[in-house]
């Protein structure tokens, strides 16, 4: 038994040592093929959480247009620097606290007592509000500061750039006084609003919004014009990415001149010529601070221009032009200028008409001023009414047929000019007597 127990495991032996053999032939034979490498069971990533469409959608619209581009291109979104203005979403509203997505790497709280009435802003509403602080209690933001008027507060406002809340009480020679809840300021005349009303009295007993210009141990000096001029730069960005051509809006007279005025359309200025209000001399322009009806003409961007008119040319003398002056009829006029070309007559206020010099009288004329002179009463015929280019032909012939022929032959050589949309354009670098 033992003998057997000894071969079986001398030839177990044996076959251990079979292997070597194969390995000296496979030297000159084919390579055996590699063994197969066992399956590796593949890790499945976890799901995350959900994504709430509505949320993303609200953050996506408080982002400004910097922090969108930086997020679709991989970066995260930058905090905002205290003093700056900035815009978002109300996220979430507990008993002290509002929350606002303002596109930063966390949401903004905005303390809801200083809000003059918190209790109408609901989740989703827009908010406009400045940066208050960023730091490791979050990103603090304010609408303004008010409440107690402390000077270390105002202090702040002046570093940050940020508005206070004040309420006007008197005025003095040379501006107005302030109430800045208990702390007193100054607001120089010319720093009262960007375009101020004629009677500085109206603004006695309003409460306004300012910038601290100046706060020095004794003396705080506020200005609501700086603050209404950021707001006017932030609108004016806004507006020149949406205006556009034929949009009718109101607007508010800023500036009178000579040749127009220039109307503020929400942040921007357009000029609306003298000639979309009236015709001669004596066109009565709007006055500073008046609100007009305008429409968009034309906007050159490259130039920063906007050419305005009145709203559907309602409004002034040529809104009606074509049914108070008849072609054919006759009326009474007055000579307002004199021409080497003709005279102008005034019609009606605001309007005025041209005779050409071949139509003052039935014989030849070497010179208007040899027929007619200005202040002169005339009795004139209506040869055409051009509405859209704001003219009007007259002759004072009365053997001349209708007179249209001259008025259009003269019209066809002005034709050739660029036209200023006027009589003025009529004028040249001829003399006016």
Partial sequence: M????????R?????????????????????????????VPVKRKPQGPRIDAAALEA???AMSADDLASLMSGAAPRDPEPGQQVTGVVANITDQTIFVSIGAKAEATLDRSSMADPDSVSIGDPIKAFVLSVGPRGIQITEKISGSGSREMLEEAHRK???????????????????LAGVKAFCPASQIARFPEEDGDA????????????????DVVVSARAFEEVEAAEAATQAWDTVAEGDVTEGTVVSV????VFVDIGGVQGLLHKTEIGQGPDVEMPAKGDKVNVRVKSIDKGKDRISLSLKDGTAGPWA???????????YPGTISRVVDFGAFVTLSEGLEGLIHVSELADHRVDHPRSVVKVGQAVEVRVVEVDVERKRIGLSMKKNSGD??????????????????????????DLKIS
């Fill in 203 to 218: 603004y006695t007993g309003r409460t306004m919004l300012f910038l601290v210009t100046e706060c020095k141990e004794r």
């Fill in 257 to 260: 001149q000579d040749f127009g």
């Fill in 320 to 330: 009606t032009a074509e049914t108070d002056f008849i072609e054919g009829d006759k």
């Fill in 403 to 428: 007179g249209r022929n001259n008025w259009k032959a003269h019209q066809g050589k002005q034709g050739k000019k660029q036209s200023l949309g006027t009589f003025a354009d009529l004028l040249g």
């Fill in 2 to 9: 033992t003998d057997r127990i000894r071969t079986i495991r």
């Fill in 11 to 39: 030839r177990k032996g044996e076959k251990k040592a079979e292997p070597e053999a194969p390995e000296v032939v496979a030297e000159a034979a084919e390579p055996a093929p590699p063994a197969p490498v066992p399956a």
């Fill in 59 to 61: 953050e996506a619209k």
């Fill in 161 to 179: 750039r940020v508005p206070v809340e004040g309420k006007v009480v008197s005025r003095n020679p040379g501006g107005f006084n302030v109430d």
